[in-house]
Nanobody, 122 residues
């Protein structure tokens, strides 16, 4: 089992940047592909980005491609989501998740963090 704790959320103006972190503990972090998902008020949770176990492959939702970058440091048991050119529509609770295989579907992830709020003001 793995425990995930997100951090780095906050309030930022449109056009600004934030970097989210997700620290993992428990079983070997490099055994897991990692994903970032987000959920805005009144909407379903949606995929944002994912990265393979050793970081060789990354995947992005069209809505964040070119603005968000997912990365991981397996020596620090941490996955990151660098977000630039933020828009008000990026406002959501952001969750990291772990899975044995990289997926874009939230239903295929086994472990989840508690989420961190990102609010982008216009």
């Amino acid at each position: 089992q793995v425990q995930l704790v997100e951090s780095g959320g906050g309030l930022v103006q449109a056009g600004g940047s934030l970097r989210l972190s997700c620290a993992a503990s428990g079983r070997t972090f490099s055994s897991y592909a990692m994903g970032w998902f987000r959920q805005a008020p009144g909407k379903e949770r949606e995929f944002a980005a994912a990265i393979s176990r050793i970081g060789g492959r990354t995947y992005y939702a069209d809505s964040v491609k070119g603005r968000f970058t997912i990365s991981r440091d397996n020596t620090k048991n941490t996955v990151y989501l660098q977000m630039i050119s933020l828009k008000p529509e990026d406002t959501a609770v952001y969750y990291c998740a772990a899975s044995y295989l990289v997926h874009t579907s939230s239903s295929l992830y086994d472990y989840w963090g508690q989420g961190t709020q990102v609010t982008v003001s216009s």
